[in-house]
């Protein structure tokens, strides 16, 4: 943990997997206030297992997690419920619950977590769809979403309790690219308009390049992060083949986007 309290999140020693299996070791970082860290690597190396320890939603092997220099994994219940009002969640899939509207979706968390009056909750619920653009949607169920509102009415229900931390698990995955650029601007509106740190899960390479403060590349044989750096940095400098495949990966545009950095090895 930092003893100075000053970052975000500090990640100490982490591993985390399920029953035997350890899917990430060794994970130390630190997240600074308002930072945009996106975590990510191929699938399957840990990214989301790394969110859910993160999140509480599993119980790390060994290590700690502190989130503005409180302890979260050595806290009592009383502390870590207090600790987790602070967290948005948007989970992978939107993971929005089919029986309930979109509205009825955001106002959930204000039911569970605070003591509003209803017609408070329907102020709040109102204001979060307008600021995600779908006031007009607010009576329909998820079934009738597009995969874009889908998760607007997810990252909606994510900001309900005006988060201090957002968890993002692959908010423009299934999104074409206008709708995928529609989600990065909302997010980047978020991180203007709010104090929020956030972790973001993706692979979208052009959101990383749009968003990313700061990437940390998980990597799945060696179960750790294998590098750490601005997204420009990273792709003009990493010497890592890794590195280079995962931020030249070949999607379409990717070399002649004027959002990539040229390749430049500054390897002496
Ligand atoms: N609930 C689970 N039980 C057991 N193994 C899991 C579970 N969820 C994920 N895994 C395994 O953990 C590894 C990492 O998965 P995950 O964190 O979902 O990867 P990513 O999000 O990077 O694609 C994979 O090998 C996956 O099969
Ligand atoms: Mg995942």
Request: proline content about 4%.
């Amino acid at each position: 943990m930092n003893p100075t309290g000053s970052s975000a999140i500090d990640v100490t020693n982490l591993a985390c997997g399920y029953g035997e299996t350890i899917v990430l070791k060794d994970i130390s970082f630190a997240v600074a206030p308002r930072e945009i860290l996106f975590i990510i690597g191929g699938s399957g190396c840990g990214k989301s297992t790394l969110l859910r320890c993160l999140m509480g939603l599993s119980v790390p092997i060994h290590g700690t997690v502190a989130y503005f220099g409180r302890s979260f994994t050595g806290s009592d219940a009383a502390d870590r419920r207090s600790l987790l009002k602070t967290f948005g969640i948007l989970y992978q899939g939107s993971a929005l619950w089919s029986s309930m509207t979109v509205a009825e979706n955001v106002s959930l968390p204000l039911e569970e977590n605070t003591s509003l009056s209803r017609s408070d909750r329907e102020a709040v619920v109102a204001y979060k769809l307008e600021e995600v653009g779908l006031t007009a949607a607010s009576g329909l169920y998820p079934s009738e979403l597009s995969g874009g509102m889908k998760k607007r009415a997810a990252l909606a229900r994510a900001l309900a309790l005006d988060p201090v931390i957002l968890f993002l698990d692959e908010p423009s995955e299934g999104l074409d690219p206008i709708t995928s650029r529609e989600m990065d601007h909302l997010i980047g509106e978020v991180r203007e308009t709010t104090q929020v740190t956030m972790l973001i899960v993706s692979h979208q390479l052009s959101s990383i390049f749009r968003l990313a403060d700061r990437v940390l590349v998980l990597d799945q044989a060696s179960k750790g992060i294998i590098a750490e750096g601005a997204p420009a940095t990273l792709a003009a400098s990493s010497t890592d083949p890794r590195v280079h495949e995962f931020l030249r990966q070949d999607i379409p545009g990717a070399h002649d986007s004027k959002e990539l950095p040229a390749l430049v090895n500054t390897s002496r």
